[in-house]
């Protein structure tokens, strides 16, 4: 049991510090020393791997927390399923729909901030910053649970 227990921190663990370098350094840098659309492309492209491996860190946390505390479900198994579920809902609506208003805009560079398909894109940015930055706070609370 020691291992599995192990194997839920380490799954947990990944998930937070990926999420955390990905929102908190990778992405912040690449706008900073990339042109907007070249960052873009960049993340746009980094998005479906970064959200299999959060949902894939996730399950198997998951899956550990229950065989470890016998099935019981507490707040570490209720957070880890909000969090599957954010990191699915940004995987299977927000990232295709966002990548989808990229390839419509073409370039944020000669794309006016007023047209309606940035708009758009704007809001679903905010939806998914605001989503990112859940899962992480939930990394971070399983982190520190017993």
């Known amino acids: 049991m020691q291992y599995v227990e192990m194997l839920y921190r380490l799954a947990v663990s990944l998930w937070a510090g990926g999420n955390a ?8 840098i690449l706008f900073k020393t990339e042109s907007r659309d070249t ?3 960049i ?26 505390r016998g099935g019981e479900v507490k707040l570490p198994v209720m957070v880890l399923i909000a969090m599957l579920a954010i990191a699915s809902f940004q995987a299977f609506y927000v990232e295709p729909r966002a990548a989808e208003l990229k390839r419509q805009i073409g370039s ?10 940035r708009k758009e894109f704007s809001k ?3 939806v998914s910053a605001v989503c990112n930055l859940t899962v992480l706070a939930g990394g971070v609370l399983l982190v520190v649970l017993p």
């Not at 492209?45 to 550990?64: D, E, K, Q």
Request: glycine share 10%; hydrophobic share 50%.
């Open 43 to 68: 993340v746009g492209n980094l998005f479906p791997g970064y959200f299999r491996w959060g949902m894939a860190c996730g399950v198997i946390a998951l899956l550990c927390r229950l065989v470890v």
């Open 21 to 28: 370098i990905f929102t908190l350094m990778l992405t912040p």
């Open 39 to 41: 960052a873009a492309r």
């Open 108 to 117: 944020f560079e000669s794309t006016s901030k007023d047209h309606p398909l």
């Open 124 to 126: 679903l940015h905010g």
